[in-house]
Antibody, heavy 123, light 102 residues
């Protein structure tokens, strides 16, 4: 079955760190751009960060630049999100998502999502 | 990234109604726009990519149209399973969402 499963969420104090993991099955993450997308409680959806198929290109939303790092673990067919210097406003459900890029050069959508993992930043 | 703006934010409708949601971009994005459906406690689900391409398994009552700066998602005959929140997306930007309620 083609799926993504996130893990690693939890409660962390402001200024703390947390690492999320996204395990893929049914396909190889090496062949896709992969993203993390988040949704604060009761709010809309926000793209956070992504990584291209070979790990050479990364981009992120301005609010997490210098704090969040995305990486691959090829042996585990997974994608990780290391979150540092966490703030209250980072509280959200974090989804791992696969990017649809039929032509290879532009994001046409996110065609596969995990179930999400909740990150709560609070003292 | 080019911002996209959705309207309305909330829409009340009856089963069987034809429903239209609009998404506008601040400048031309050609046809690089996707639409999602999200139900409570679920991840968003991709319905339409490239403005009008219906994804596999999505009912044909859903359709997308538009290009440039103005796009629409249409549900031709609203079904009970369609009450949800809908988002448009271009690259790294999502619209604010439209909640379709009874």
């Amino acid at each position: 079955e083609v799926q993504l499963v996130e893990s690693g969420g939890g409660l962390v104090q402001p200024g703390g760190s947390l690492t999320l993991s996204c395990a893929a099955s049914g396909f190889s993450t090496n062949n896709y751009w992969m993203s993390w997308v988040r949704q604060a409680p009761g709010r809309g959806v926000e793209w956070v960060i992504n990584l291209n198929h070979d790990g050479s290109v990364r981009s992120s939303v301005d609010s997490v630049k210098g704090r969040f790092i995305i990486s691959r673990d090829n042996a585990k067919n997974s994608v990780n999100l290391q979150m540092n210097s966490l703030r209250d406003e980072d509280t959200a459900i974090y989804y791992c998502a696969r990017e649809l890029r039929r032509g290879g050069y532009i994001n046409e959508g996110f065609d596969l999502w995990g179930q999400g993992t909740l990150v709560t930043v609070s003292s | 990234d080019i911002p996209v703006t959705q309207s309305p934010s909330t829409l009340s409708a009856f089963v069987g109604d034809r429903v239209t949601i609009t998404c506008r971009a601040s400048q031309s994005i050609n046809d690089w726009l996707a639409w999602y459906q999200q139900k409570p406690a679920q991840a968003p689900k991709l319905l339409i990519s490239k403005a009008s391409r219906l994804e596999s398994g999505v009912p044909s009552r859903f359709s997308g149209s538009g290009s440039g700066t103005e796009f629409t998602l249409t549900i031709s005959s609203l079904q009970p399973d369609d009450f949800a929140t809908y988002y448009c997306q271009h690259q790294g930007t999502f619209g604010q969402g439209t909640k379709v309620e009874i």
